[in-house]
């Protein structure tokens, strides 16, 4: 019990039709460390796709009952939903990549579409988190509920802390019009990152949710240098913080002070119809990232670097 499961791969796999019940798909769970999890295609499974967590007491010694260290990339994670599921019954709450409790994890250049939840950080158990995680260079698309949620799901539930989201792409997610919105913060959050991604909302232009209180000295989480769209527009755009709905991207700035030097713009996909999803060339998010002091990575999610010339592109690709 005192020596972890260590250097452990799982690669190249093709992990679909499951029925789990309250259990996962792809999961690494208590002392496990210097994992990775790559390759791997993850499809119509119902309950959670990959999963990272801690606390469960699958390890006898507190201290080493977390997995850690750990690396989830370039996996295809797609039709996951715990509705029908009789653990469930008809909640929409299974991630397509979960962790819950993990910590000092990098999830990046993941493909997710048509899940409940995108990428979902929390912790499930009460003063136990979920820190030290990077998001990057992930498309999420067409999700049930949120795109990217941070924080314990109930104010009696854990933490999730120092976990960055930078240079996703998020389209068209809550498409079962949960409230949840794209971008969803819940409670017992703080100092995570939300920077340099693009996120366009559908058809309600719910953009973000922020359970938590709002403390803007201690916010639970920075949010900047992103770039906003929906169809309906700006003045459209929906928010809610704290319980309170606030429309207009304009309003939305001057009474959270989020999003200062973000903008609301078409950021002009190839054919977001087709999931075509890179950058046309008159894209207003090509060179509108901040590099210095964010772990943005090496290269984008087609591999192409990511960083040239000093400029860097908002969302999930880099252009050539």
Not at 117 to 143: D, M, P, Q, V, W
Request: glycine letters at 10%; one cysteine or more.
């Amino acid at each position: 019990a005192k020596t972890p499961i260590s250097d452990l791969v799982i690669d190249g796999n093709d992990v679909h039709h499951l029925k789990t019940g309250s259990s996962e798909s792809l999961v690494v769970n208590g002392n496990v460390t210097n994992f990775r999890i790559t390759h791997n295609t993850v499809h119509d499974n119902n309950n959670i796709g990959i999963d990272v967590i801690g606390f469960e007491r699958t390890a006898p010694d507190p201290a080493l009952d977390q997995a850690r260290d750990g690396v989830v990339s370039e996996n295809l994670v797609y039709n996951i939903t715990s509705r029908g599921n009789p653990a469930y019954g008809q909640d929409q709450s299974s991630d397509g990549i979960y962790v819950d409790g993990g910590t000092r994890v990098l999830i990046e250049r993941n493909v997710i579409h048509d899940v409940d939840f995108g990428i979902e950080l929390a912790s499930e158990h009460k003063n136990r988190a979920t820190s030290y995680i990077t998001a990057r260079n992930n498309l999420i698309y067409r999700c049930n509920t949120a795109g990217v949620s941070i924080g314990g799901y109930a104010p009696e539930r854990g933490h999730t802390d120092h976990c960055t989201v930078v240079n996703n792409t998020l389209y068209d997610n809550d498409t079962s019009n949960t409230g949840s919105g794209e971008f969803q913060m819940q409670w017992n959050m703080s100092d995570d990152i939300f920077e340099n991604n693009i996120v366009y909302a559908g058809s309600r232009c719910l953009m973000a949710i922020n359970k938590s209180k709002v403390d803007k000295n201690h916010p639970p989480a920075t949010i900047d240098h992103n770039l906003y769209f929906c169809d309906a527009g700006a003045k459209a755009s929906k928010w809610i913080v704290t319980g309170d709905d606030v429309t207009g991207f304009d309003q939305y700035v001057q009474s959270t002070g989020n999003d200062v030097h973000s903008t609301f713009s078409n950021p002009r996909f190839a054919d977001p119809a087709n999931h075509n999803f890179h950058l046309r060339s008159d894209s207003p998010a090509i060179g509108s990232g901040v590099a210095t002091g964010f772990p943005v990575g090496e290269f984008d999610l087609d591999g192409q670097p990511r960083i040239k010339v000093g400029k860097i592109d908002l969302g999930c690709y880099q252009t050539k």
